[in-house]
Every structure is written in structure tokens, then in C-alpha cells.
Antibody, heavy 120, light 107 residues
Framework: QVQLQESGPRLVKTSETLSLTCTVS????????WSWIRQPPGKGLEWIGY???????SYSPSLKSRVTISVDTSKNQFSLNLSSVTAADTAVYYC??????????????WGQGTPVTVSS | DIQMTQSPSTLSASVGDRVTISCRAS??????LAWYQQKPGKAPKLLIY???SLESGVPSRFSGSGSGTEFTLTISSLQPDDFATYYC?????????FGQGTKVEIK
């Protein structure tokens, strides 16, 4: 059974960079897409971006200028960096396995989510 | 950028009811569509992928249909465990987008 676990600071100061890591266990990070998704308090889900095991990435247009997602296959981890954060970036951040493809689809395994608060 | 619009935003129903949630894409989907169930404080759970394929372990009372820009999630007989928020999500080779969610409440 694949398991994902987010880790990183839960409090980030305004204008600084939010950094989170997702550790994958119970399966290899190779040959899959891996996504970050967030959910502001009381609101809906927002896709942030994905990384493939080769390092190929794609980001949400609304966040593209501030987001970097990377992968470390040797550690079975992938990471999120979101720069110049504001209070609007306060959310629960999820990592998920992304099965999007011609024969499958959707996010089938999720981390439990980590709440991140942006405050001065 | 593909936009996804769900309706209704909130739905009140009783146990045993047939429930239908709609999802409309701003352009015809070249990839696919998935549906999720989310309960408070929990990560979403994948129910349906490729618009109509049931994820392993998901009860058969859940079904999905549609193509192009119009999609539907149906719960054939609502059970107490089904009161939750439901999201549609499109995926293609370069992007993913969620709908705004539909909350299914007890009537």
C-alpha cells in the first residue's frame, strides 16, 4: 500500500518561501506523476503542479511564477517551494500520486495533508 | 486554462435518495475526468476516473457518465456515509483543475 507523508514548517512568514517535502513509502516514485494540491480554510481544492520522475514539471498558471516542484528519486521524495507567500497561501497542503494518463486517471493516493499558515 | 463548474453548490437529500451532481468544463476535455469525495478534516478519496470507471473498492452505488464538456456523478441510493463534499477534476497532459465542490447535506 502506497503511503505519502508531507513534512515541513507549519508557519511561514509573509514574503518568504514555503517549502514542503512529500515522502513516498510502500512503492517507487518512478514512472508516476506526483502532484501538490492545496485547500484554503473552508474552501475548495486547488491543484498547484506536478513532477514526473524524470523531473518534468507542469504548474498551475495562477501560481507558475512562484512555484518550483522537484523530485529526488534516490530518497523517494518530491518537494514544493512556493515563494513570496502571502496570507492567501494559508491552506492545507496535500501531496498525491497522480495517475493522469490515457488508461487511468485521478489522484489515487494522498498524504494526510499539512496545514501551513502564512503570517507576519 | 480549463475551468470546471459544478452544480449545485449544495444539495439536501435523504437516505435512500438518488442524487445527481453535474460538472461542466469550459472546453471539451481531451484527457479525462475524475470525481472525489471529501469528508471534513480528511484528504479527498478518488471515486471515479476516466469519467465512468469505478475506482477499486468504491461501492457500486456510485457511477459517473458524460463526455465532452458535460459530466455527471450519480449516487443511486444515498447512504449515511455519503454525506460529504464532492469534487470533479479534469486532467490532461499538462494541467489539472478541480470544480468548486458540491456539499451533500442531510435533508
Amino acid at each position: 500500500q502506497v503511503q505519502l507523508q508531507e513534512s515541513g514548517p507549519r508557519l511561514v512568514k509573509t514574503s518568504e518561501t514555503l517549502s514542503l517535502t512529500c515522502t513516498v513509502s510502500g512503492g517507487s516514485i518512478s514512472t508516476y506523476f506526483w502532484s501538490w494540491i492545496r485547500q484554503p480554510p473552508g474552501k475548495g481544492l486547488e491543484w498547484i503542479g506536478y513532477v514526473y520522475d524524470t523531473g518534468r514539471t507542469s504548474y498551475s498558471p495562477s501560481l507558475k511564477s512562484r512555484v518550483t516542484i522537484s523530485v529526488d528519486t534516490s530518497k523517494n521524495q518530491f518537494s514544493l517551494n512556493l515563494s513570496s507567500v502571502t496570507a492567501a497561501d494559508t491552506a492545507v497542503y496535500y501531496c498525491a500520486r497522480d495517475l493522469s494518463g490515457p488508461f487511468t486517471g485521478g489522484f489515487d493516493f494522498w498524504g494526510q495533508g499539512t496545514p501551513v499558515t502564512v503570517s507576519s | 486554462d480549463i475551468q470546471m463548474t459544478q452544480s449545485p453548490s449544495t444539495l439536501s437529500a435523504s437516505v435512500g435518495d438518488r442524487v445527481t451532481i453535474s460538472c461542466r468544463a469550459s472546453q471539451s476535455l481531451s484527457g479525462g475526468l475524475a470525481w472525489y469525495q471529501q469528508k471534513p478534516g480528511k484528504a479527498p478519496k478518488l471515486l471515479i476516473y476516466k469519467a465512468s470507471s469505478l475506482e477499486s473498492g468504491v461501492p457500486s452505488r456510485f457511477s459517473g457518465s458524460g463526455s465532452g464538456t458535460e459530466f455527471t456523478l450519480t449516487i443511486s441510493s444515498l447512504q449515511p456515509d455519503d454525506f460529504a463534499t464532492y469534487y470533479c477534476q479534469q486532467y490532461n497532459s499538462y494541467s489539472r483543475t478541480f470544480g468548486q465542490g458540491t456539499k451533500v447535506e442531510i435533508k
